[in-house]
Structure formats: structure tokens, C-alpha cells
């Protein structure tokens, strides 16, 4: 199972929005609407930001947003601020029964 | 609270064995399904396995099929991870998380694993 397709940075200043894509074929992303999004700051565990999607777990921002279309996935950030510096991950289950997670992707606030 | 905590890595030889344990706590961890995920220094992450909330229904990563064993002892509230014939490439932060919603959530602080001679 190859992972899935991140860009390996992405950057914006305070208060702008961001994109991160996250690409998989019909087998991952395209085929199910499970695809899931986490914040890792560094030397931290990974944290939830975004389920089944779109959906947001309790006590995350609304500046978090996430869609998909086709086999590509997206995290939005708007309202860029200093603490949404950090590496984000997608992850998406797999027609075979197992999970895979994208690359990785470092936002810079700059 | 939703806490779990793992245990049990350390420095291992190529083709050792090592068990990882996950304490849960905060849930009713018979019902949860549980996943291991692990991360290499400085990579990203990469799925391990997942067990099912009564341990019937096991799923591995191909890289790790045949040399690991997920296991739960729903009495203890303890997920492992049995881990044999170690591999370099096997170095990394191992991390244990409940499955919410088919996602992996509530991790842990995860617990170092190295395989070096």
C-alpha cells in the first residue's frame, strides 16, 4: 500500500487561509468518505483535527475545514495564526481492511 | 478522561523480539476497536495493525505481516504489540490509539523502539 500524496510544505502568513491536498486513488480516499486529518507539533503526538472527511471532533476550531473530490482530499486553514505551525498528516481506510496515512506536510506561519 | 499510555520499548538487536503494552483508561476499552501506529525518526507516520474490540478481527501493514502480533486483554484494559524479528527499518516511535469513527484518535505519547547492533 503506497502512501498517500501530500505536498511537503505549505506556507502563509497570519491570517490567511491554506490548502493541504491529499491525494489517493479509488481504493483509499476516492472510495470511501473515511479520510481523517492530524495536527503533530514537533515532539508531540499526533492530534485529530478532522474525521470522516469534514467532520470536526469537539473543541476543534472552526479555522479547520476539510472536503474531497475524486481520489484528493483537502484541509483548509483559515485565519492562519502562529500555533497552527506544524506537520499535518491524512490518513484514509483501505479497500483491504488496513489504513494509510499521507507523507506529511509542514505549514509554516510566516 | 480518554488516556493511554504505552510501555515496553527500548534497544533491541536485528532479529529480536520486543512486546509493547498500551494502558487505557476514560472508555470502555472492550468496545473500541485499537490501532498501533508508528513514526521513524524525523518521517511521517505509518499504520501498524488494528484489533477489534473482542480481538477476533486482526489487520496488518504488509511490512509488518507475519513478524507482528496484536493482542488485548480486555480484562486489564491493555493493548500489546509483539514484535519479532526485528528490523532496522522497525526504529521508531511506536503509538498506540483508540478507533473513532474509523480514525484513529486519543493517542498516546508513543515509546521509542531502536534496532541497532
Known amino acids: 500500500q503506497s502512501a498517500l500524496t501530500q505536498p511537503a510544505s505549505v506556507s502563509g502568513s497570519p491570517g490567511q487561509s491554506i490548502t493541504i491536498s491529499c491525494t489517493g486513488t479509488s481504493s483509499d480516499v476516492g472510495g470511501y468518505n473515511y479520510v481523517s486529518w492530524y495536527q503533530q507539533h514537533p515532539g508531540k503526538a499526533p492530534k485529530l483535527m478532522i474525521s470522516d472527511v469534514s467532520k470536526r471532533p469537539s473543541g476543534i476550531s472552526n479555522r479547520f475545514s476539510g472536503s474531497k473530490s475524486g481520489n484528493t482530499a483537502s484541509l483548509t486553514i483559515s485565519g492562519l495564526q502562529a500555533e497552527d505551525e506544524a506537520d499535518y498528516f491524512c490518513c484514509s481506510y483501505v479497500a483491504t481492511g488496513n489504513w494509510v496515512f499521507g507523507g506529511g506536510t509542514k505549514l509554516t506561519v510566516l | 478522561e480518554v488516556q493511554v499510555v504505552e510501555s515496553g520499548g527500548g534497544l533491541v538487536q536485528p532479529g529480536g523480539s520486543l512486546r509493547l503494552s498500551c494502558a487505557a483508561s476514560g472508555f470502555t476499552f472492550s468496545t473500541y476497536w485499537m490501532h498501533w501506529v508508528r513514526q521513524a525518526p524525523g518521517k511521517g507516520l505509518m499504520w501498524v495493525s488494528i484489533i477489534s474490540g473482542d480481538g477476533t478481527v486482526t489487520r496488518y501493514a504488509d511490512s509488518v505481516k507475519g513478524r507482528f502480533t496484536i493482542s488485548r486483554d480486555n480484562a486489564r484494559n491493555t493493548l500489546y504489540l509483539q514484535m519479532n524479528s526485528l528490523r532496522p527499518e522497525d526504529t521508531a516511535v511506536y503509538y498506540c490509539?483508540?478507533?473513532?469513527?474509523?480514525?484513529?484518535?486519543?493517542w498516546g505519547q508513543g515509546t521509542l523502539v531502536t534496532v541497532s547492533s
Open positions: 490509539a483508540r478507533d473513532v469513527a474509523m480514525a484513529p484518535d486519543d
